[in-house]
């Protein structure tokens, strides 16, 4: 029987049309064998090449004369999406006074003000050798801070936590102890105010018995970028999360393109979740490199 042409032509259209699809199914394998590994590969290179979103530290080891911390205000002004965790340091630590200098007390209350800023004040520990009596005192004038300041002067003058320098690396009974006592010191000052977050700063990285959860972040690394390059094997083992870490590397060449700047601080930011990147290759924390606003652009955000 024939079939009317308008029939074989809808036949013919449908078996074009299952032709079609079998070419379409083959096409949507090829493409899917090709897209999915390519699929898995790629998220992962751009984040690679972006870097994780980090904090900024920044190491103020400098006199508020007028003006002195005009760069810091400029750039937290500019950046309020960003976290800028700063370290005071009025006196190798708060001093011996109760309150640091009038010019300290003014701009630490502005600085505080920025909602982007956590203060922390500065404490030397020198390996753990420091007199620990010493170490608690200090502790006790910056939570203090925040008790003395009174209605004339206003509120604001508190840090948020507190960095230890020259923290030991390695591991002793007495050594654990030593840093396990003052971490519990700055957790249990009621004038420490938000998350009291400590930092260690060891400058290496420490054996992992001395690295207490109350740490919140340990510097494990605080040097030029030609050693950090040296010591990247090291850094790609460190045990635990991100978050844990910092890094402060300064001295970064100016040679260097923004381009492979930007690739070294993806790669950073990888181990690390507070960065300060530094130019300058002298006196790096008691003044403001001029390309300092373009670091803090650097940081993977
Ligand atoms: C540490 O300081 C305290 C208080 O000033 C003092 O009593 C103690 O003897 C000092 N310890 C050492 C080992 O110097
Ligand atoms: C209160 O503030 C004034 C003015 O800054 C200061 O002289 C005084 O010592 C403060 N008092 C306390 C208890 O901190
Ligand atoms: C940058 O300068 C250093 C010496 O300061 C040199 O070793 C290095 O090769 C230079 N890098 C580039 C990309 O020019
Ligand atoms: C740093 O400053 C110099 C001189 O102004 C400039 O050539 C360079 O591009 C700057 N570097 C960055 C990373 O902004």
């Not at 994780?52 to 309020?80: C, F, M, N, Q, R």
């Not at 007199?131 to 910056?142: K, M, P, R, T």
């Not at 844990?244 to 492979?260: G, K, Q």
Request: aromatic share 10%.
């Amino acid at each position: 029987m024939k079939l009317p042409a308008a029939t074989t032509h809808l036949l013919r259209g449908k078996s074009r049309r299952l032709k079609w699809c079998t070419a379409c199914v083959v096409t949507i394998v090829i493409i899917a064998i090709i897209a999915i590994p390519l699929a898995v590969i790629l998220p992962r290179n751009s984040a690679a090449a972006k870097g994780l979103k980090s904090k900024i530290l920044v190491p103020l080891y400098i006199y508020p004369e007028p003006g002195a911390w005009d760069p810091l205000y400029e750039v937290v002004t500019s950046h309020p999406n960003r976290h800028f965790i700063v370290i005071l340091n009025p006196n190798s630590g708060p001093g011996s006074s109760s309150l640091p200098a009038d010019q300290y007390v003014n701009q630490i209350q502005k600085l505080n003000d920025f909602p982007n800023v956590q203060s922390v004040g500065y404490v030397r520990t020198g390996y753990a050798t420091r007199n620990i009596s010493d170490v608690l005192g200090d502790v006790a004038v910056y939570s203090g801070w925040d008790t003395s300041a009174n209605a004339t002067m206003g509120s604001g003058l508190a840090v948020h936590g507190i960095f230890f320098d020259e923290a030991p690396s390695e591991y002793s009974t007495a050594n654990a102890e030593y840093m396990l006592t003052i971490n519990h010191a700055v957790k249990n000052s009621i004038g420490i105010l938000g998350d009291k977050t400590i930092i260690q700063n060891p400058g290496t990285i420490p054996d992992p018995r001395l690295v207490d959860s109350t740490t919140d972040y340990s510097v494990v690394f605080e040097g030029s970028y030609k050693e950090f390059n040296e010591r990247q094997s090291l850094l790609t083992a460190l045990p635990l999360d991100r978050k844990r870490y910092s890094f402060v590397i300064h001295s970064i060449p100016e040679n260097l393109s923004t381009a492979d700047i930007k690739k070294f601080a993806a790669k950073a930011s990888r181990k690390s979740d507070l960065l300060s990147l530094i130019d300058l290759d002298a006196n790096f924390y008691e003044r403001f490199s001029p390309n300092w606003s373009s670091y803090v652009d650097i940081i993977p955000s």
